[in-house]
C-alpha cells in the first residue's frame, strides 16, 4: 500500500474526507484548477458543474504525471458561495464521486470573497503522491 489514511484512536470518523495520509512516492502539486475547460471556456455556470470540471481538470494533470485518483492526498477548496455548497451536498457528492470514486484524501474547504476569474465558484488545488 503507497497511501495509508491515519485516523487518530478514539476520534469519530470524517464524513467524506481524510483527517490524514501518509504516503511514499513523487510529490506533484497541482496548482488551483477551476471550472473551465482545456480551452479556458466555462461550459457550466452552476456550482456542482464547475465543482466536477475543476476535479476533471485536477485528473487530467495527475494522469498526465502517471497518477490514478487513489494518488491524490490533499484537495483545498476555494468557494464563493458556502450556501451554495451546502444547498447541494447531494449533487456535490455524486459529481465528486464520478470523476474520483470513492477516493476521499485529506481535504480543506475555505470561503472565499471572490476568485481571479469572475465566473469561476470554486478553485480546488491538489497534492498527490505518485508511486515510484
Not at 32 to 60: C, T
Request: charged letters at 20%.
Amino acid at each position: 500500500m503507497i497511501h495509508k489514511i491515519i485516523q487518530p484512536e478514539g476520534w469519530t470518523a470524517p464524513k467524506g474526507y481524510a483527517n490524514g495520509i501518509l504516503a511514499t512516492g513523487k510529490t506533484l502539486y497541482v496548482g488551483g484548477q477551476i471550472g473551465w475547460n482545456e480551452k479556458q471556456v466555462f461550459e457550466a455556470s452552476d456550482f456542482v458543474g464547475q465543482m466536477e470540471q475543476a476535479l476533471r481538470n485536477i485528473m487530467a494533470v495527475v494522469n498526465e504525471a502517471g497518477g490514478q485518483a487513489e494518488h491524490i492526498c490533499r484537495l483545498t477548496w476555494y468557494v464563493t458561495e458556502k450556501q451554495e455548497y451546502m444547498n447541494h451536498q447531494r449533487e456535490v457528492g455524486e459529481a465528486y464521486r464520478r470523476v474520483l470514486g470513492r477516493h476521499f484524501p485529506a481535504m480543506t474547504m475555505v470561503v472565499v470573497r471572490a476568485l481571479v476569474e469572475d465566473e469561476a465558484l470554486v478553485e480546488i488545488e491538489a497534492t498527490a503522491v505518485i508511486p515510484e
